[in-house]
């Protein structure tokens, strides 16, 4: 795994959250919203605006270990205001030749032929939510692009970028486990270093879920899906891109260094609508939102600087918490002397659960360092109910 770095255990990370899309996909809950025309100008003023203003807080001499551009559907932005986020935030907390910057993107046409652009303003890792690889299942989930334009836009990343990875969803309407392997083989002869693999859930809020209520959307069961599940595992491990994170799958060194920095929880600046921060503030871990609608936030950034909400105060008890439930969502685990300095000297840890989950394979104990097993990070939900009372 990636050496931990910064002052605070963890790293310190920069999220960019850009919350426009040409449609909005019926299983996404994501703050993401469909607009006509956007004033690029505007928005490219009030990012940088906001960061000035966490840049304000942040102790002095904290250095990047990640910028990662999320949404929405980022590759949306030109090319400039990411060039213009990047030099700003480099001003602030430096960009090395070492810091991962990480744009998500969509593999349609018209932004595929924005990689070379993204590429020169900075941007040296791509995203791509690719979802799947036939168009019957592209058309069920919504996207716009198909089969053939996400398999060239792969083709166009590889070309442009050292590091990319993709995104798939499995457990999808009517998917079997036969399918599912020869859909992962493919994908796995295109991969680079990472691959995203992610279980289909209905959300409250989203059209799936309307469609899954009225009984119009049927996805596969909890069984099945356990296999499909295991069948990722297998493959992966094969392949030598073994699973580091529960959804996340990498060659050793190409792991997500800024979803590492949420795991191993760091600190991390949120900018743009609806964005979340952690920060590490005289000793205290302050969690930081934004306004989620898009104009208001707009509005708040230009009259005052930010478009934040009042800072919440994470207390010992919830940072020991939370600690445990990204820490356990790594195949390194997390260190048990870590969550109990998080949690003010007092282990968040029920070590008699631990010692029952570890009787059923679940969890293992070396040392300092707690971790799920495979069977354990499955069923983490369980895990961690059972941890945490």
């Not at 996909?25 to 928005?43: I, L």
């Not at 209905?202 to 909890?222: A, S, W, Y």
Request: net charge negative; aromatic share 6%.
């Amino acid at each position: 795994m990636l050496p931990l770095t910064d002052t605070v255990p963890g790293g310190f990370g920069l999220y960019v959250h850009w919350p426009f899309c040409a449609s909005k996909c019926p299983y996404c809950d994501f703050n993401s919203h469909v607009r006509e025309g956007v004033d690029q100008a505007r928005w490219r003023a009030a990012m940088l605006r906001e960061m000035d203003h966490f840049a304000a807080r942040v102790p002095a001499g904290r250095r990047l270990s990640s910028v990662f551009f999320g949404g929405g559907t980022p590759s949306l932005m030109p090319p400039e205001t990411v060039a213009a986020i990047l030099e700003r935030a480099d001003h602030h907390w430096g960009i090395t030749d070492g810091v991962e910057v990480t744009l998500e993107a969509n593999p349609t046409s018209s932004e595929a032929a924005r990689f070379a652009g993204f590429r020169a303003a900075g941007v040296n890792r791509l995203s791509m939510g690719i979802q799947a690889l036939n168009d019957a299942d592209l058309k069920v989930l919504g996207r716009k692009h198909s089969a053939s334009e996400a398999m060239a836009a792969i083709a166009m990343a590889k070309g442009i970028f050292d590091r990319f990875s993709f995104d798939l969803i499995y457990a999808r309407p009517g998917q079997t486990v036969a399918a599912w392997q020869d859909e992962l083989s493919q994908a796995l002869d295109m991969a680079v270093g990472h691959l995203s693999l992610y279980q289909l859930t209905i959300e409250e809020g989203t059209q799936f879920h309307t469609l899954h209520q009225r009984g119009d959307l049927v996805v596969p069961d909890e069984d099945l899906a356990g296999d499909l599940y295991e069948a990722t595992q297998v493959l992966l491990n094969q392949a030598g891109m073994p699973a580091y994170e529960v959804s996340n799958h990498a060659r050793p060194g190409q792991e997500s260094r800024h979803n590492l920095v949420y795991w191993r929880y760091g600190d991390y600046v949120g900018i743009g609508p609806g964005a979340h921060g952690r920060l590490t503030l005289k000793g205290e871990k302050i969690a930081t939102r934004t306004h989620r609608a898009p104009e208001i936030w707009l509005q708040r950034v230009e009259e005052g600087g930010t478009g934040a909400h009042a800072d919440e105060r994470v207390t010992p008890e919830q940072r020991g918490r939370e600690a445990l439930m990204m820490g356990l969502r790594l195949a390194e685990g997390v260190s048990l002397s870590r969550l109990t300095a998080e949690a003010g000297g007092v282990s968040p840890v029920d070590m008699a659960a631990v010692g029952r989950l570890s009787r059923h394979g679940l969890l293992t104990v070396d040392g300092d360092r707690l971790t799920a097993t495979a069977d354990g990070r499955q069923r983490l939900n369980g895990v961690l109910a059972a941890l945490l009372g």
